[in-house]
């Protein structure tokens, strides 16, 4: 091994140290474990459940409600029955499943309905619009539905949710 | 890891069952019936048609899904808003407009006859072999014999005409075409309809096949049928017309939506048409 190879590797090590504490993981980055679960934040900044409930209550954020329920907010009028309710999902699912699930749920259900929240290629949607404009999308402008620390802030909520 | 995943799976495949049952109460309308005036009881549940091929138990109408409130102004003439289009669409009808001349009247005569189960049949192919949808053959009038301007898709005027239109079906089943001529553009509003468009990747089966009956937050989902269309929605507080519809709800998928009057929304309104096949014309409904 000759002194520019340690160098080069060194210099590599470097780079991978400076992303993690400062960047956030892209969603074409994502290192998925058993094709469901994502065990590494997205951030490296902890989740914020009371941020989380913005995002899953709050129509141009997740807007979760509109298809889940959730009877820890009974104050969130409209809460939709698409999918399974939220009750207990903490209990059902670890962290890194969650995590998954919120980023690109059709990972665990195949063909499911539930959107996927952190992918920001246009290229996998079929005429993809601009936000509800009706309109085409802009290359400048599209991006994930629900931001790296949204998805955390969310996660961070769901694992408070063990009761059923 | 893999067993472990699969009995997550079931249990909230159990919590799916258990969000449908309760669900229950959000199901169409178990027996309300739909008799206009007292009178003229039109079909609000059918067997679907044999192209559906198992799609849905049964077809139901939107009626079914609102609530008793707006269920009933639509049982009543006097109450139902869209009626006033219909006035309009009347007064339309007998109006010389254009260098011609000439009213819708002038030609077709009285309506209640001429143009009795003309709606039901709609989009029809026309003598070109184009598939025209009920606009096209208003505006077709207008310009070719009436020597009029086109009216502009979902204005006010062309949606009361075509109001008016729809009245003179009211009650009479569904009866479009779907073979032969109209098999092509059948076909590709069939492809339309389970294509899963925008950034949310939902298709129309997504929400009125798979999820009718279900609540998308304060949505109560129906089947999507357009048997009432052009209807009054009371969230627009206007008549709307079926091109209207679908550009909305496709763009609620956060897709570039279609315009409306496109090729693409005619064959779309065949093929949703065909899922209404066993209903009756509603034209003029009432939903919000």
């Not at chain 1, 409930?53 to 329920?69: I, P, Q």
């Not at chain 2, 199901?27 to 003229?40: F, V």
């Not at chain 2, 204005?155 to 009211?170: C, E, F």
């Not at chain 2, 956060?254 to 693409?264: K, L, N, T, V």
Request: with cysteine; net charge negative.
């Amino acid at each position: 091994m000759n002194s520019r190879f340690i160098s080069a590797a060194l210099a590599t090590a470097m780079v991978v140290m400076g992303a993690s504490a400062s960047a956030e993981i892209k969603p074409a980055d994502v290192v998925w474990e058993d094709e469901i679960a994502i065990p590494a934040s997205l951030t490296g900044v902890p989740g914020d459940p009371a941020e989380g409930m913005k995002v899953l209550t709050s129509r141009s954020l997740g807007n979760c409600v509109a298809c889940h329920e959730n009877s820890a907010m009974p104050d969130v009028p409209f809460q939709g029955n698409v999918g399974p309710t939220f009750d207990g999902v903490g209990a059902r699912w670890s962290e890194a499943e969650l995590r998954g699930i919120v980023a690109n749920a059709k990972n665990t259900f195949p063909g499911s309905v539930m959107p996927v929240f952190y992918n920001d290629d246009p290229a996998d949607y079929i005429r993809p619009g601009n936000a509800y404009t009706a309109k085409a999308y802009d290359p400048e402008t599209f991006s994930t539905l629900l931001t790296a620390q949204q998805i955390e802030d969310v996660v961070a909520y769901l694992t408070t949710l063990t009761e059923y | 890891m893999k067993t472990l995943t699969l009995s997550k799976l079931l249990a909230s495949a159990a919590m799916c069952a258990v969000a449908l049952s309760g669900a229950a109460t959000a199901q169409p309308h178990p027996d309300a019936e739909l008799i206009i005036e007292g009178e003229l009881q039109l079909k609000v549940r059918s067997e679907p048609a044999a192209h559906m091929d198992g799609a849905v138990p049964e077809i139901y109408s939107g009626w079914l899904f609102r609530a008793d409130e707006t269920r009933a102004l639509q049982m009543d003439d006097f109450e139902n808003p869209a009626m006033l289009g219909v006035e309009d669409g009347e007064a339309m009808w007998n109006t010389a407009e254009g260098a011609a001349g000439q009213s819708c009247a002038d030609c077709h005569g009285d309506a209640a006859e001429s143009m009795k189960g003309v709606r039901a049949a709609m989009p029809k192919v026309n003598a070109d072999g184009v598939l025209w949808s009920t606009e096209d053959y208003i505006n077709n009038c207008r310009t070719e014999r009436m020597e009029a301007d086109a009216l502009k898709w979902n204005s006010g005027p062309l949606n009361n005409m075509v109001a008016y239109i729809s009245v003179q079906s009211r009650g009479m089943p569904v009866a479009v075409q779907i073979d032969g001529e109209a098999e092509p553009y059948w076909e590709r509003g069939k492809e339309m309809y389970y294509t899963r468009y925008g950034q949310l990747e939902l298709s129309c089966a997504s929400c009125h096949e798979e999820n009718y009956g279900m609540n998308i937050r304060a949505d109560h989902l129906s089947q999507g049928q357009i048997n009432g269309f052009p209807t009054y929605r009371l969230k627009q507080a206007k008549l709307i017309s079926t091109h209207n519809r679908f550009r909305g709800c496709i763009r609620d998928t956060r897709a570039e939506s279609f315009p409306m009057g496109s090729d693409e929304f005619r064959a779309l309104e065949l093929y949703v048409a065909s899922r209404g096949l066993g209903l009756d014309v509603e034209g003029v409904a009432v939903r919000n």
